[in-house]
């Protein structure tokens, strides 16, 4: 299993950072989860939730499994 904690801000600038280092994990973990931490990211743009879709979708075309964590207590 592979984890990618992402902290701060994922926006316009950030997203593509992000994606790219979510298809490398993906490809990477070869049928393990490769699991997506956001419980400390502060802020979410739309890009950013472009990205995730994005990913979700390019681990479903793979059959690899994507999972997201997030901090329920946080709006």
Do not use: N, W, Y
């Not at 316009?12 to 393990?32: C, D, N, S, Y």
């Amino acid at each position: 299993m592979l984890v990618i904690a992402v902290t701060g801000e994922v926006d316009l600038q950030t997203a593509p950072a992000l994606h790219k280092a979510v298809t490398a994990g993906i490809e990477r973990t070869r049928g393990e989860p490769c699991v997506l931490d956001l419980t400390t990211v502060t802020f979410l743009g739309s890009a950013g939730l472009t990205t995730l879709v994005e990913a979700t979708s390019f681990g479903e075309a793979r059959r690899e499994p994507l999972r997201i964590v997030v901090d329920s207590t946080v709006p």
